[in-house]
């Protein structure tokens, strides 16, 4: 699996997909604690998976964002195997200790056919979550949490699509000597939501090219404004693509701290997630 990720315009992450047959979750248990309410849930998983959880109340299923308080084996890849468990609050997401008793609906997805959703925490090592839908992540996209010290992804569905790069004449702000070429996609990927920030670069380089708050010609809040006065050099140790990003670049430490395979997007890529309506 690859991985892009675009820089000052839109820090972007893409990754490639395959078909492939869906791992099987089967819940084996499911207790609740008497005091808080606490449900832990016991499964069992025939291959290695990314899984995820739902609930419903009487066979309906509640809203996404009212179960993200859970822990464990959730969220994330898990190699196969038994005795699995998670853990919901409900007391936490809905202030009602009552829907303890509510069941729980877990979806395996396969490791190459991912979640709609990726979320790398920068300041950890190797902690990438999934989400089934963006109200599931725990906070809503919003939080500043995710403009600091988490960044979040979505998988754009390009594969099989062909994009037309560029833009006719006479589209609005097209040049004249603008030329159009026809790429077709192989593979969906992964592009975050946001710009990468000044708290995001800092978190992982432990520098900041930006100007300072005082001086900046965007806002007062340098942690989440985009970072701005890098050079390819910063971003990826040379000037082009002809060759693998340095250790030492921004690009390189994020792929040691992540495990992903981070890179800029090329232009086809940041076409697509900019322009196609996805």
């Known amino acids: 699996m690859k991985t892009f990720l675009s820089f000052l ?22 207790s609740a604690d008497a005091d808080t309410g606490a449900v832990t849930v016991t499964y069992s998983l025939d291959a290695d998976a990314i899984v995820t959880a739902a609930f419903e109340v009487d ?10 308080a ?40 396969a490791p190459d056919v991912p979640p709609p959703y990726m979320v790398v925490n920068l300041a950890a090592t190797k902690d990438v979550r999934y989400y089934a839908s963006k109200e599931a992540i725990p906070g809503g996209v919003g939080d500043r949490l995710y403009k600091t010290q988490r960044m979040v992804f979505a998988k754009i569905p390009a594969s099989g699509r062909n994009w037309v790069c ?32 000044c708290a995001q670069y800092l978190t992982i380089t432990n520098s900041n090219p930006t100007k300072t ?3 900046h010609p ?21 000037r082009d693509f002809a060759s ?29 997630a900019a322009r196609a309506g996805i």
């Open 9 to 30: 315009a839109s820090v972007s992450c893409c990754a490639a997909f395959a078909s492939a047959d869906n791992p099987q979750c089967t819940v084996t248990q499911v």
């Open 59 to 68: 066979g309906t299923a509640l809203p996404a964002e009212r179960c993200t």
């Open 70 to 109: 859970l822990a464990g084996e959730v969220n994330r890849y898990v190699k196969a195997g038994t005795g699995l468990t998670l853990t919901w609050r409900p007391d936490r997401d809905l202030d009602d200790t009552a829907l303890a008793a509510a069941k729980p609906v877990l979806t395996a997805w």
């Open 166 to 197: 560029g833009s006719a004449y006479g589209e609005y702000s097209t040049e004249r000597r603008e030329s159009l070429n026809t790429v077709t996609f192989a593979e969906d990927y992964y592009m975050a939501i946001y710009e990468c920030t």
């Open 213 to 215: 708050a005082t001086t």
């Open 218 to 238: 965007y806002t007062a809040d340098l942690d989440v404004t985009p970072v701005a006065s890098c050079t390819m050099a910063n971003v990826r140790g040379g």
């Open 244 to 272: 693998a990003p340095t250790a030492g670049s921004l690009i390189g430490k994020w792929r040691t701290r992540t495990g992903l395979a981070l890179d800029l997007p090329t232009r086809a890529q940041w076409e697509v």
